[in-house]
């Protein structure tokens, strides 16, 4: 079953300091691996000349990645995504790039380096909560469809598509709790005509 998450509302940086190495922790909410590749080749440009440009990414419930850059296996990557799942994070890309100081860490040193510029980033993040959600399919004849779109755009539920044929479908996001109550309106307002399918599991903002 699916369960909430928290994502940024939009971009954030932070840099911090370990015994004189420079860590810039720079993440951005994302929905794709593709999304995640491109933050990330676009921070190692802007800090090409960086010692290292250590990642992490988490999308949905299950796709977790972490990248060490060159750093000891362990001390970067992982910390990292873990710093992210630790606080409740998904869909979120987070590079930490690192300008060497010129005192080595250790092992230990790193890690707490690189998941607190994490965790110290995502204190000043703005935090959007996820909560899951159903992509409701809803087919109307053309003489209903004009009425039933206005509602709809006047309602509190979002919609995602509207597509023309030989009906008017609408795909539209209702939270998991309102799937029933959903229904009934459209069927309410629609006397009956409405046809309404259960789509993908999607989240939304609360």
């Known amino acids: 079953m699916a369960k ?27 929905a794709t691996v593709e999304e995640a590749a491109a933050f990330i080749a676009e921070r190692r440009r802007l800090h090409a000349g960086a010692t290292h440009n250590c990642t992490a990414y988490v999308i949905g419930e299950r796709l977790q ?56 980033t995502l204190d000043r993040a703005e935090a959007v ?14 003489d209903q469809a004009g009425r039933v779109e206005n509602d709809l755009r006047a309602s509190r539920f979002a919609v995602r598509e509207v597509r023309y044929g030989a009906q008017v479908g609408f795909s539209v ?14 069927a309410t307002l629609t006397a009956g005509r409405a046809r309404v399918e259960p789509g993908a599991e999607i989240h939304v903002p609360e």
């Not at 939009?10 to 720079?26: K, L, M, N």
């Not at 909560?129 to 109307?140: E, I, Q, W, Y």
């Not at 996001?173 to 459209?186: H, I, N, R």
Request: aromatic share 8%; net charge negative.
């Open 4 to 30: 909430p998450f928290l994502t940024l509302k939009s971009g954030v940086e932070h840099e911090t300091e370990a015994r004189r190495s420079r860590f810039i922790c720079a993440m951005a909410p994302v």
């Open 173 to 186: 996001a209702v939270g998991d709790d309102e799937v029933e109550s959903f229904t009934e309106w459209l």
């Open 65 to 120: 990645k972490g990248d060490d850059d060159g750093e000891p296996g362990g001390t970067a990557g992982t910390p990292m995504v873990q710093a992210l799942v630790g606080r409740g994070f998904s869909d979120v890309v987070a590079v930490v790039t690192r300008y060497f100081g010129g005192v080595l860490l250790g092992a230990g040193g790193l890690v707490r380096a690189y998941g607190s510029a994490v965790t110290e």
């Open 129 to 142: 909560r996820m909560v899951p959600a159903r992509l409701m399919l809803v087919s109307v004849a053309h």
